[in-house]
């Protein structure tokens, strides 16, 4: 299935802006079970510099500078991703089947083994995930026993989390610290996934941020309005042996077709769509608007989408433990 998505992000200055240099992270990742077909960029105003970078987490960054006077900076992502959910699935079985006990993970990650290390960058703080307080460490220990599986205790993690937590907009913003999110039991979709990898990292195993899309349909009879979506974000821990194994707490359910990945990283901040440092005074208004649409199937070009998907059947074997 073939997703096309708009998201454009702007800024609203008080004052002039008479320099300014950002990074935006719009270009979704090509992974082993989805495939960037497009993508284009519009930035409004014109751009002085521009280039493109792979950070340490493999995202896509795009780095501007803009010297031309502006109130009003506004950048606009367009792509077209496949995803593969049959690939998705086949991931999804690989890693029940070879997930091994918590206890057994905690022990193998105390010692070197060098298909883990890449992993063991997201055991550790970051700025806005700080390791869990005792009450947020006994909360998760009540789904990870020394003797339980991994991905059954994470599966469960996540249900807690859907069924204890209330999902409320404005309550938070994405510096609100996990303490207080976990203590008010509501928050966003980037409040619950930062929990969670604060949780999993307290608790001695490797969690990273994954930033991205979703599916979101309209009521039924109703036309979709464009512009209604919006980013969404989950979290993903890692199993020693198997590889990343995501979760959805907003929604209770394992991401598959409906997802769309962007990025991911140790934190919010590792793969925000856009920040940046302007020369100018007063205060700045954010607007975002995004849109997330399926094609119809009599839009896709199923001999592109065969050869697409027996390349990137090769790459998921591959790409498993990173």
């Not at 989390?161 to 980037?190: H, M, R, W, Y």
Request: charged residues 25%; aromatic residues 10%.
């Amino acid at each position: 299935m073939i997703y096309t998505i708009y998201h454009k992000t702007s800024f609203h200055y008080q004052s002039i802006v008479n320099f300014s240099h950002n990074i935006a992270r719009l270009k979704p990742k090509d992974t082993a079970y989805q495939k960037l077909l497009e993508f284009t960029m519009e930035i409004e105003p014109k751009v002085s510099e521009s280039h493109e970078f792979v950070d340490m987490f493999g995202n896509t960054n795009t780095h501007m500078l803009i010297r031309e006077p502006h109130q009003l900076l506004s950048v606009t992502g367009k792509s077209r991703v496949e995803i593969f959910p049959n690939l998705i699935e086949q991931h999804i079985e690989f890693l029940k089947s070879n997930s091994i006990t918590y206890g057994a993970a905690v022990e193998r990650l105390s010692k070197f083994h060098a298909s883990d290390l890449s992993a063991k960058q997201f055991l550790f703080e970051s700025e806005l995930i700080p390791k869990g307080s005792d009450a947020i460490k006994e909360y998760v220990l009540e789904s990870f026993h020394k003797e339980r599986d991994l991905f059954e205790a994470a599966h469960e993690f996540m249900n807690r989390i859907f069924n204890d937590f209330k999902f409320l907009s404005g309550f938070s913003d994405i510096t609100t610290p996990v303490e207080t999110i976990f203590e008010a039991k509501k928050g966003v979709c980037q409040d619950f996934a930062q929990f969670a990898i604060s949780a999993l990292r307290t608790i001695g195993l490797p969690a990273k941020y994954m930033s991205g899309y979703i599916e979101t349909l309209p009521p039924e009879g109703e036309e979709k309005l464009f512009g209604v979506d919006a980013s969404h974000a989950w979290f993903a821990v890692y199993i020693p042996n198997a590889g990343w194994a995501e979760f959805d707490p907003t929604n209770n359910i394992i991401p598959k077709e409906q997802h769309i990945l962007l990025g991911s990283g140790r934190d919010y901040h590792d793969i925000s769509p856009l920040k940046g440092v302007v020369q100018s005074s007063g205060n700045s208004r954010l607007s975002v608007m995004v849109d997330v649409r399926r094609e119809k199937k009599d839009l896709i070009k199923e001999s592109a989408s065969g050869q697409t998907q027996m390349q990137m059947q090769s790459q998921m074997q591959n790409q498993s433990q990173q």
